[in-house]
């Protein structure tokens, strides 16, 4: 069997379309331009190249963006300073803050500082507490791409088992919680593997959908997938390789060639869960702006 490839740059390309047409409609019926405030700080290459594709994709849509580019050793009074700034300036309707800070930043207390309202990761514990119960709020970007991409290729979560592998803030724990919710693309049984599970391959091989966000290349094999399973590939690691003009590429955390002949549905590296983070900030963004138009 060769496996379904989930194109995620196509679904991020209707998506978009979507939104730009939302984004033109909110400017002329209400004349809002929503706003998104990008703040990074430091040097770190991807965070800096995360940075730079979100800006570009605001562009395309007509999202106004406030580019916020601070040097690594900037104090964390000074950023929460900006954050407060941001949470009073009308014409921000999102604001993102891009992690991993620097080591001296307390980056619970960065997050916490954020409005919630503006809170268009999903990151602020009071979003995070809204999603669990199932009350409106942002969702985090990434797993609600995932959801979105499972949707659209009509693979079933009710009665399913969802296995995810890794338990980060941004996207296990918060994917299972999807995956695991009383709602359309929800309704799994969800297990949370991680570094501390013993024998990964007895859950993944029970696995119907198999979301993947370790960090790590070649976690997922072809023999710890189950026959026919949704693949989803969280992972970006970058992988040296002369033969490439920038000295490396990427690959996901799922060993992308053997798997696609065992799986039923897999998403590729780069091209797959990516653009799908991207599309769902712009979404979260263009929310705000439509919910702030309403008051
Ligand atoms: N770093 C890695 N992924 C993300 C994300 O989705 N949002 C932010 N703010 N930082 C990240």
């Known amino acids: 069997m060769t496996a379904t490839i989930i194109d995620g740059k196509l679904a991020a390309k209707n998506l978009r379309a979507q939104l730009t047409e939302s984004v033109a409609k909110l400017k002329a019926d209400k004349g809002v331009v929503p706003g998104l405030a990008v703040v990074l700080v430091g040097e770190d290459p991807a ?33 929460i300073g900006l954050i407060h700034k941001l949470n ?10 891009q992690l991993p800070l620097p080591r001296h930043i307390d980056e619970n207390k960065v997050i ?8 268009v ?32 290729n009509n693979i079933e979560t009710k009665g399913k088992h969802a296995v995810v592998i890794g ?21 799994a049984t969800v297990t949370l593997c991680h570094t501390a599970t013993k024998n990964l391959a007895d859950f993944t091989r029970q696995a119907d959908i198999l979301v993947v966000a370790s960090g790590r290349p070649n976690t997922v094999t072809a023999d710890m997938v189950k026959p026919g399973a949704a ?3 969280v992972g970006v690691n970058r992988v040296e390789d002369s033969s490439y003009e920038k000295g490396y590429r990427l690959v996901g955390d799922v060993d992308f060639e053997a798997v696609k002949d065992v799986a039923g549905w897999i998403t590729p590296v780069p091209g797959g869960v990516g653009p799908m983070t991207i599309t769902m900030l712009l979404y979260n963004t263009v929310q705000s702006a439509t919910m702030k138009a309403q008051c």
């Open 47 to 79: 965070s800096k190249s995360y940075v730079t594709a979100k800006e570009k994709a605001c562009a395309e849509i007509g999202i106004y963006s406030d580019d916020n580019r601070l040097p690594e050793d900037t104090s964390e009074e000074e950023l």
């Open 88 to 97: 009073q300036d009308s014409q921000i309707h999102g604001i993102l803050v």
């Open 112 to 119: 916490m500082a954020i409005d919630p309202d503006k809170d």
């Open 121 to 152: 990761d999903g990151f602020h514990p009071v979003n995070v507490g809204r999603m669990n119960i199932g009350q409106p709020c942002f969702l985090p970007c990434t797993p609600h791409g995932i959801i979105h991409l499972l949707m659209i």
């Open 167 to 187: 338990r980060s803030n941004i996207v296990g724990k918060p994917v299972a919680a999807l995956l695991a919710r009383k709602a359309e693309g929800g309704n």
């Open 231 to 233: 693949v989803i590939d």
